[in-house]
């Protein structure tokens, strides 16, 4: 497994949180395709032509809620292995342990740095790559 994920999807209704993780990935020395969408339904109608590495999904989304996303994915055989990391505003611990317990790998909170966002994305798929070893 590489250092980072070769397909990278962003899923947030916010146009300008969409372009600020572009810039933000784009500017790391980690060679990635990126690919938005703007909602939870359209991450799951174009899932099979995304071919995502990992998924990177806004919890609050007025289509279908990032835990929504979670749940479907889960229940079919093809989609819920992909790697999830949130990306939320909230800060309860006791949400974390939910969506962790739901399979999200790692969670950013927002706001974060744009400059250490590429470095906070490796880092959580290096220690699901190192986890997954025996």
């Avoid at 999830?84 to 962790?100: F, R």
């Amino acid at each position: 497994m590489s250092d980072f994920p070769q397909r990278i999807v962003y899923v947030d209704d916010d146009q300008q949180m969409r372009q600020l993780v572009r810039d933000s990935l784009e500017s790391g020395e980690d060679e990635s395709i990126l690919v938005t969408c703007g909602g939870g339904q359209e991450l799951i109608a174009r899932f099979r032509e995304l071919q995502p590495d990992l998924i990177i999904l806004d919890v609050i989304m007025p289509d279908m809620d990032g835990l929504e996303v979670i749940k479907t994915l889960s229940e079919d055989p093809d989609k819920k292995d992909v790697p999830i990391v949130l990306l939320t505003g909230k800060t309860k611990l006791t949400m974390e342990n939910d969506y962790k317990a739901l399979g999200a790998i790692g969670i950013i909170h927002k706001p974060f740095d744009a400059l250490e966002f590429p470095t906070m994305i490796k880092a959580i798929w290096m220690a699901r790559s190192n986890a997954d070893l025996p």
